[in-house]
């Protein structure tokens, strides 16, 4: 069955530190990556995505993502984080084509502290 | 734009009660889709509609669980009778179609559901 990781369940940075979010996925074939973020408080929205072209994808607020197919990976990253970015940030995949449902990780909480 | 609208956004029921939940999607979006978020994890898929029909219902508990969405628009979801392990946030979600390279889906804030 597909199955979506995401490595580190909770991540503590200092603000200006660089971000580096793990996923991993299980699925061969074609897929769509997502990353989600959940601020306090509000609804999941979409931080970014991938579906084909350019690996590298950039997203809002300075967030990029890196789809390396070997890997089955899709890792999200930051140069320099900031207070607002303390959340909780999911990685999904879908397969691509059809009524394939979307598959999240655990999730991992980020804090951000001054 | 309007969002996903969901409601009520909290309900404390006690075991075996029923409770019941709406949604109204984003205007115009064909697909839509009820998650249940338990603490601590990422969302899973409970049903997925393209319009009034059900697409995917496998992880769906179908003997307490059921959901409609019978004019192609606004869904519910009900549970009856519940369990403790039905605490969790219930996310409605929609997407405009379903076989759309890079379909993105919009989530609504979550109906929390705390059974006791």
């Known amino acids: 069955a597909q199955s979506v990781s995401q490595h580190n369940h909770h991540v503590i940075l200092s603000e200006a530190a660089s971000l580096e979010l793990g996923c991993n996925y299980s699925?061969?074939?074609?897929?769509?990556l997502f990353w989600y973020v959940q601020y306090p408080g509000q609804h999941l929205q979409l931080l970014l995505k991938y579906f084909s072209g350019d690996p590298l994808v950039k997203g809002i607020k300075g967030f990029e993502a890196e789809f390396i197919k070997s890997k089955f990976s899709f890792n999200l990253r930051k140069p320099s984080v900031q207070w607002s970015d303390t959340a909780e940030y999911f990685c999904a995949v879908k397969r691509s084509g059809g009524y394939n449902k979307l598959i999240f990780g655990a999730g991992t909480r980020l804090a951000v502290h001054p | 734009e309007a969002g996903v609208a969901q409601s009520p956004r909290y309900k404390i029921i006690e075991k075996r009660q029923s409770v019941a939940f709406w949604c109204n999607p984003i205007?115009?979006?064909?697909?839509l889709y009820w998650y249940q978020q338990i603490l601590g994890q990422g969302p899973k898929l409970l049903i997925q509609f393209q319009n009034n029909g059900v697409v995917d219902d496998s992880q769906l508990p179908k003997d307490r669980f059921s959901a409609e969405r019978l004019k192609g628009v606004d869904s519910t979801l009900k549970i009856q009778p519940a369990k403790l392990e039905d605490s969790a946030v219930y996310l409605c979600?929609?997407?405009?179609?379903?076989?759309?390279?890079?379909?993105?889906?919009?989530f609504g804030e979550g109906s929390w559901l705390t059974v006791v």
């Open positions: 205007s115009g979006h064909a697909t």
């Open positions: 979600a929609s997407s405009p179609q379903v076989n759309v390279p890079g379909n993105t889906i919009y």
């Open positions: 699925y061969g074939g074609t897929v769509n």
